[in-house]
């Protein structure tokens, strides 16, 4: 076993060490014996062990006194103090100090292992939350654009920088929420057109009545509410990066106007004649197949050959799943600072949620996810959904079914078909199950 995974059990007396050490041997855990609070102490500091067990009547170093060296070295180090009946206030308030637990003495040795075994399990949460925080730490100084640590993160990663260098119009493919506009920010940045704007613009998010106007700009009198002049976004963009987001909602006639716009780099705004020369870099990005949609005739084929110079695809997350931890400390942060409170610590339910989950929103639904946790919306643990004894099989198959459905539509923050794509059902047995078990998910938004 490894150092953190060590007990170090101190006290004085010689027949209480043998007994108790054991005990926690039969129960597995490897324990190292201490008669005075001094030689412990040495060894804690030399290689912190997972707990901390010590009576608190010890000759020279009290075992208070051990506890706070302890607090002071590493305060989420568990320390676990054992007490005669007349210390209990003073385990109390020391509990209040920090302290794990404290066992009154005489206690069983269940109980000592059982509160070892609870004590151990915090301790290697605190250890690999730390190691998450370190790699974060780590991940953001190098490139706070693309955290991860997975092969297909840092492949993505050196093409876009490769790419940004190269000043060509690029295709960016990705699902949705799996951050289309950070790639293309990014190919922004890195290039040396960083000192021009970068100029983003979602072709699905206005009705097309207005779309031709933001790209393309109009002069005064173009059509009717148009009063004064208008710099496009096109023209905007001049020394930098436009940035198309969801391209396939462009309508097919505006699609022809575009076409030119990237193939000659003049832009015509609207109500005049006169041609405009733009020199800018164009990222389109879509979440469907372009090619497919040209050959369907819903995408003009011309433009889209035209803005494929180069693609970059970004991986689902479900496809890196080694980056999910990190990710999800890395937003917990950001929303614990912007709602002013202390980040919650990452607890075993909600680990667990992370490693199952599909996160078919990806990095989008998992900073949703992580901002719920930040304001206290995601149980720490599973609700419990177990049954009376006297119920029937039925009874407790329903009991335990809706306990399931509840926990997914809290994670999922009462989206239905988050929580049908994470349970495997179809979004209509699911609603089918909502109303039988009298689940709204409005409730869980």
């Known amino acids: 076993m490894s150092a953190a995974g060590r007990i170090v059990f101190v006290d004085d007396e010689e027949e209480v060490r043998r007994a108790n050490r054991q005990s926690l041997d039969l129960a597995g855990f490897a324990v190292e014996a201490f008669a005075d609070a001094e030689s412990a102490l040495k060894a804690i500091v030399a290689a912190p062990p997972g707990v901390v067990v010590t009576d608190v009547r010890l000759p020279g170093l009290d075992g208070l006194g051990l506890f706070a060296a302890v607090q002071e070295a590493d305060p989420e180090l568990p320390v676990i103090l054992i007490t005669g009946h007349g210390d209990i206030t003073m385990a109390v308030r020391a509990m209040r100090a920090g302290a794990y637990d404290f066992l009154a003495k005489p206690y069983p040795a269940e109980h000592l292992v059982a509160s070892v075994r609870r004590a151990l399990e915090r301790r290697q949460l605190v250890l690999e939350n730390r190691t998450l925080r370190a790699s974060l730490d780590a991940a953001v100084a190098e490139d706070p654009a693309f955290l991860g640590v997975s092969p297909a993160i840092t492949e993505l990663r050196r093409f ?97 106007k575009l076409l030119r716009v990237v193939q000659e780099r003049v832009v015509e705004p609207l109500g005049t004649n006169a041609v405009q020369p733009v020199d800018m870099r164009v990222v389109a990005a879509t979440k469907i197949d372009l090619g497919q949609a040209a050959a369907q005739g819903t995408f003009r084929d011309d433009l889209y050959y035209r803005l494929n110079v180069v693609s970059i695809a970004i991986p689902p997350l479900r496809e890196r799943r080694e980056d999910v931890a990190l990710l999800f400390e890395h937003f917990l942060r950001r929303a614990a600072a912007r709602f002013n409170r202390a980040p919650p610590p990452v607890t075993p339910a909600i680990r667990d949620h992370l490693g199952r989950h599909a996160w078919p929103g990806n990095v989008r639904e998992l900073g949703h996810f992580a901002e719920r946790c930040a304001l206290g919306l995601v149980p720490a643990a599973p609700a419990a959904a177990g049954p009376a004894r006297a119920a029937s099989l039925a009874e407790q198959m329903d009991r335990h079914e809706r306990g399931l459905i509840r926990d997914e539509l809290i994670m999922a923050g009462g989206d239905v078909r988050v929580a049908a794509e994470a349970l495997g059902t179809p979004r209509k047995t699911l609603y089918d199950k909502l109303a039988r078990h009298g689940l709204d998910p409005n409730d869980f938004r």
């Not at 960083?194 to 700009?217: I, Q, R, T, W, Y």
């Not at 496009?232 to 990066?241: E, F, K, L, P, W």
């Open 160 to 256: 876009v920088r490769d790419v940004a260098q190269a000043d060509v119009d690029v295709l960016v493919l990705g699902e949705t929420g799996s951050g289309k506009e950070v790639v293309a920010s990014a190919l922004h940045r890195w290039s040396r057109r960083a000192k021009g704007h970068f100029v983003a613009m979602n072709c699905g998010a206005l009705p097309d009545s207005v779309v031709e106007s933001e790209l393309f700009g109009h002069e005064p009198g173009a059509f009717t509410g148009a009063l004064k002049r208008r710099v496009g976004r096109i023209a905007h963009a001049d020394g930098g990066t436009l940035f198309l987001d969801e391209i396939e909602s462009m309508p097919l006639g505006l699609q022809v």
